[in-house]
């Protein structure tokens, strides 16, 4: 158990819909990381927060959209749902940024 | 080209076997190093973390980094079934910026 936690594990959807994706960090990370896995491709990072700021931006679409909370847990708000789009969403933490831990995941099924 | 280069397999070993695994990179700056180990439909669960050159061996782990080549190794001795899984590298820049960048993983299968 790496100590981050991410609900729901499993969500389907239809096209067009909006969810959210929730993630708590480990016990004392500031640095929260979302990345997408989809069946035939690696990890694509999409944003990185820092004790409530944005930090950096990866390839995420502009239907997407991320925040991190003063509890420092954050959220993964995808909007306007397509096919494409299902995939498992992880998030990681960390405390000084050189290494990460990952969530267990939430697996996206867009119908 | 991409950041990080990773052969994606996939690799089937024998039960005992020595497993190497290795991704090679194109950005100097990267200065830290981990190898993660995932299985399927599960998050990536880290392995080993280096900073900057030389050989960190964990049990029977071991990771090397030869930086004058851009190029690094996760070797598993005495394989076992239970290894079967994908292994992940990533790496990561001292000092620009704070994105981690990750190979696309070795599928790796141990036959009993």
């Known amino acids: 158990d790496s100590g981050v936690t991410q609900t729901p594990k499993h969500l389907i959807t239809a096209t067009g819909q909006r969810v959210t994706l929730r993630c708590s960090p480990r016990?004392?990370?500031?640095?929260v990381y979302w990345y997408q896995q989809s069946l035939d491709q690696g990890l694509q990072f999409l944003i990185q927060?820092?004790?409530?700021?944005?930090?950096a931006k990866g390839n995420i679409l502009e239907r997407f959209s991320a925040q991190q909370f003063p509890d420092l847990h954050s959220e993964l708000n995808l909007s306007s749902l397509e096919l494409g789009d299902s995939a498992l969403y992880f998030c990681?933490?960390?405390?000084?940024?050189?290494?990460?831990?990952f969530g267990p995941g939430t697996r996206l099924t867009v119908l | 080209q991409k950041e990080v280069e990773q052969d994606p397999g996939p690799l089937s070993v024998p039960e005992g076997a020595i497993v190497s695994l290795n991704c090679t990179y194109s950005n100097s700056a990267f200065q830290y190093f981990m190898w993660y180990r995932q299985y399927s439909r599960k998050g990536p669960e880290l392995l080993m973390y280096t900073y900057s050159s030389g050989n960190k061996e964990d049990g029977r782990f071991t990771a090397q980094v030869d930086k004058s080549s851009k190029y690094i190794s996760l070797f598993i001795r005495d394989s076992q079934p239970s290894d079967s899984a994908t292994y992940l590298c990533?790496?990561?820049?001292?000092?620009?910026?704070?994105?981690?960048?990750f190979g696309t993983g070795t599928s790796l299968t141990v036959i009993p």
């Open positions: 927060y820092y004790n409530g700021e944005e930090r």
């Open positions: 016990s004392g990370d500031l640095s």
């Open positions: 990681a933490s960390s405390v000084v940024g050189n290494t990460q831990y």
């Open positions: 990533a790496m990561k820049p001292l000092l620009t910026g704070n994105q981690f960048y």
